[in-house]
């Protein structure tokens, strides 16, 4: 199955593997389900494996309105519904994906049945804003970001191609080369760009959203966050001044473990020498976890 249709549009999906629980991923912002292929397809010998773009990213439907993780707990229902499946799922989110799956934890919690938080965005990301980072916030703060989206959005593919030269990280050139090249038609597409602008927007109205919500879940839980130390030493690489790096990662480090104030008998830990994409960093890992919470369930 390529793709599926949700509330009028066309959405990118891949459905593979049959057996029950079914295990949906949620990918992070502006990130392709393309780089989670060693992961699914092991998964996929043992269990139905989900994973979908949002609209407006990869082959989906760019919708020109307002994107918010809501709209994504409403997409995930709709795509249970058009696979006929009516059991509880492994719910297992990375970064904005997590925060998203946060949300649908708190909506449809009957409808999960093991939750994977992967170095997930935190209820609480406004802190990361309150911090004295001049060097991060004229290069990497949200509105930097917003800038970039709106300057990428107005440019044709060939265009992008030439500006993010080279197009892909040194992680995601490992993978297969049909992989590297559906990753380059996602990150040369203008409505990516859009779309991370949409949510990017909107994503601190949707923490306080999720945070007004209780949870009333009884499913176990699992909180992955990155090596802080790792990171540290590649933002340093990156020429972020030290200091800056330090306090962060620290914060970020925090804000994972504050999660379990959410999920108080959730499992925590930090994946040793993994940066933000875990996934790509030590799949075998992720594969695992997904594994015991299906046993643990």
């Not at 265009?159 to 590297?180: A, G, H, I, R, S």
Request: net charge negative; aromatic share 8%; charged share 25%.
């Amino acid at each position: 199955m390529n793709f599926i249709e949700i509330n009028g549009q066309k959405v990118e999906i891949l459905s593979k593997g049959t057996a029950k629980p079914a295990i949906l991923i949620l990918s992070g912002m502006g990130s392709p389900f393309y780089e989670w292929e060693e992961i699914s397809s092991e998964l996929a010998e043992t269990n139905q494996v989900i994973m979908y773009h949002r609209p407006g990213l990869g082959e989906s439907e760019y919708i020109d309105k307002k994107r918010t993780t809501e709209n994504v707990t409403k997409d995930i229902i709709q795509i249970l519904e058009k696979l006929n499946i009516t059991e509880p799922i492994i719910l297992a989110g990375h970064s904005y994906g997590g925060l998203c799956a946060q949300h649908f934890s708190k909506l449809y919690p009957d409808r999960i049945r093991g939750l994977l938080l992967l170095d997930s965005t935190s209820v609480d990301l406004y802190k990361l804003d309150q911090l004295d980072l001049p060097y991060l916030n004229e290069n990497d703060s949200d509105a930097a970001w917003i800038e970039t989206c709106k300057e990428h959005a107005a440019l044709s593919p060939t265009e992008l191609l030439k500006l993010l030269d080279p197009v892909l990280t040194k992680e995601q050139q490992k993978l297969p080369k049909k992989t590297q090249e559906k990753l380059i038609a996602f990150y040369t597409n203008p409505s990516l760009y859009k779309t991370m602008l949409q949510e990017i927007s909107n994503w601190e109205k949707d923490t306080e959203t999720i945070k007004s919500l209780s949870f009333t879940g009884d499913f176990p839980v699992t909180i992955i966050g990155r090596d802080k130390e790792k990171c540290i030493s590649n933002y340093i690489n990156d020429g972020v001044p030290k200091a800056e790096a330090e306090l962060l990662e620290n914060t970020w480090h925090q804000l994972i473990i504050e999660q379990k104030d959410i999920y108080k008998d959730a499992k925590l830990f930090f994946a040793v020498n993994s940066s933000h994409n875990i996934h790509l960093d030590q799949p075998q890992l992720v594969i695992d976890e997904i594994i015991q919470l299906i046993s643990d369930s």
